[in-house]
């Protein structure tokens, strides 16, 4: 009788709520009123589409600077609120809609049902008992949080329904209703009672795994249209997008996304994370796989699950600021990609220090460094990558470190996730022997001719143990690059235009430059 009372005095003033609020937008339009203005704007702020995070403890820290939207991580779960039976515990889920409504943010609720995380009590309760408290649940959200802008009715149906026992895993489905005569009698169900208590919120159903397999999406399309048959029962659908999720490829999320809106109702992205165990491995990730939600024209928003170290997936390096407070590049570009502000690198020039790609063991180190072009590029960061890890060994500040003598590939990659690359060769030699004089006159013995060149063709003699021979023009600029063995003398064509060229020719150990003039 006492469960009956409770019920029904919050049903009563959840209608006289309903009467005095004029109501919540269906849909996410962008337009809020930051009363409460923070140090910087959310990163989509005023954009018809919300980009969002979980709400903890962890993830506070500047939030209003950087999301629109928010949804309690663990708050709102049931066992966090009803750990023991009748005691309340509302602090965390408190704290998230005060925020949202400080900072006029949507707030979602994260969850009414689901198969995990439930109260361990309500498992051993008969129907009827677990009906009354499934009731009472609901009841006291819709009293306590009469702003919500939407509810997750049921969260994971197609893969975690509450019919568990122990481990949290509620046990309740026959309480509303069980499989029944659709295999999907509790989920129609718990909206029914869901929209008993949230006559004006957006309701809300939310699944993982059905972005990443067409034939999960249509499962989950059927379970939709059964509640669809009900008018009012259903406003929204929800999709998971954890990184075990968008590692599928870009063509089946974007046809699980259109299999999904062809239901007619929009779709939010929730509990979206990327992992990145290097920079550069997230930033193009999130570059893949962001924008095809963004641009859908059916998703309405966007919740990250968490941006800072301590969010669920702190293990698999997720977050988006680091431990120090930095931002980490795929930020960088999620703020520039939704604001159109992001530019991109198009090219990458190395330059080894001093001029010469050559490092002598005499020497051991030679520095490089790389110009990013556009000079406005938004991200100028470059990854620094060996080619022979066995020839030279290369820091993250483009340091290569000599190991033994030979030719080693040098790359430095776009840290703004493009693919854009630049390559330098560096030539490890040995010592270098004898005296300046000595060194000049041993390369006395190579001839070019005819020299001036007429028509860009000549010939190199005394070659026989030369490896290798390099044009390059007046600037550095690579023309041609042969490599040879053992042949006394060595035709050359270069076609690049009248110019004074640099010929490197090099013997294994050393390097020799002779002049030749194109006319």
Not at 491 to 509: A, M, P
Request: proline share 4%; charged share 20%.
């Amino acid at each position: 009788m006492m469960k009956q009372k409770k019920a029904i005095l919050s049903l009563v003033l959840v209608v006289i709520i309903s009467i005095i609020l004029t109501g919540q937008d269906k849909l996410y339009t962008g337009e809020t009123d930051r009363t409460a203005a923070a140090a910087g704007p959310p990163i989509a702020d005023g954009l018809p589409k919300f980009l969002g995070c979980a709400y903890s403890g962890a993830q506070l820290t500047e939030f209003e600077n950087y999301w629109n939207q928010v949804t309690p991580e663990n708050g709102g779960k049931w066992r966090s609120c009803e750990n023991q039976r009748d005691v309340m515990s509302w602090g965390e889920f408190d704290a998230a809609y005060n925020f949202a409504k400080t900072n006029s943010f949507w707030v979602k609720d994260h969850c009414l049902v689901w198969g995990n995380q439930q109260p361990s009590w309500i498992e051993n309760l008969d129907t009827t008992a677990q009906r009354e408290e499934i009731e009472e649940w609901f009841s006291l959200v819709a009293a306590r949080y009469p702003d919500l802008n939407m509810v997750e009715v049921v969260n994971e149906p197609l893969n975690d329904p509450p019919d568990a026992q122990g481990q949290g895993g509620g046990n309740y489905i026959e309480a509303l209703g069980g499989t029944g005569v659709t295999g999907w009698d509790w989920v129609i169900e718990a909206f029914r009672i869901a929209r008993k208590y949230f006559p004006e919120t957006n309701l809300m159903i939310n699944e993982y795994g059905v972005i990443s397999s067409v034939g999960n999406a249509q499962d989950y399309v059927e379970i939709i249209e059964l509640l669809q048959e009900e008018d009012t029962l259903i406003d929204a659908i929800g999709v998971q997008a954890h990184a075990f999720s968008t590692t599928a490829s870009s063509e089946v999320i974007s046809r699980c996304l259109d299999t999904l809106a062809a239901t007619g109702l929009p779709i939010y992205v929730t509990e979206m994370d990327i992992d990145g165990n290097t920079d550069l491995n997230q930033i193009k990730e999130y570059r893949r796989v962001f924008p095809i939600f963004w641009e859908h024209p059916a998703v309405k928003g966007i919740t990250l699950w968490g941006y800072r170290p301590g969010m669920w997936r702190t293990s698999t390096a997720a977050y988006l600021i680091n431990y120090d407070g930095t931002e980490r590049p795929a930020m960088i570009w999620l703020r520039g990609y939704v604001q159109g502000t992001f530019v991109d690198m198009d090219s990458i020039i190395i330059t080894p220090e001093g001029g010469i790609p050559e490092i002598n063991t005499d020497k051991g180190t030679l520095q490089l460094s790389a110009e990013i072009l556009p000079g406005n590029a938004t991200i100028q960061d470059v990854t620094w990558i060996s080619g022979s890890k066995d020839l030279a060994s290369v820091s993250e500040n483009g340091l290569v470190t000599a190991l033994i003598n030979g030719t080693v590939n040098i790359r430095a990659i776009a840290g703004d996730g493009s693919g854009v690359t630049g390559y330098l060769d560096i030539t490890i030699t040995g010592q270098a022997t004898g005296t300046e004089d000595e060194r000049a006159g041993e390369a006395g013995r190579f001839v070019i001719y005819p020299n001036p060149s007429v028509d860009g063709n000549f010939t190199i003699t005394g070659t026989e143990n030369i490896t290798r021979v390099c044009v390059t023009d007046l600037s550095g600029k690579q023309v041609k690059k042969l490599y040879v063995s053992g042949r006394p003398s060595i035709d050359i064509r270069i076609d690049t235009g009248s110019d004074l060229y640099i010929v490197e020719l090099f013997n294994g150990q050393r390097f020799f430059y002779k002049k030749i003039m194109v006319l």
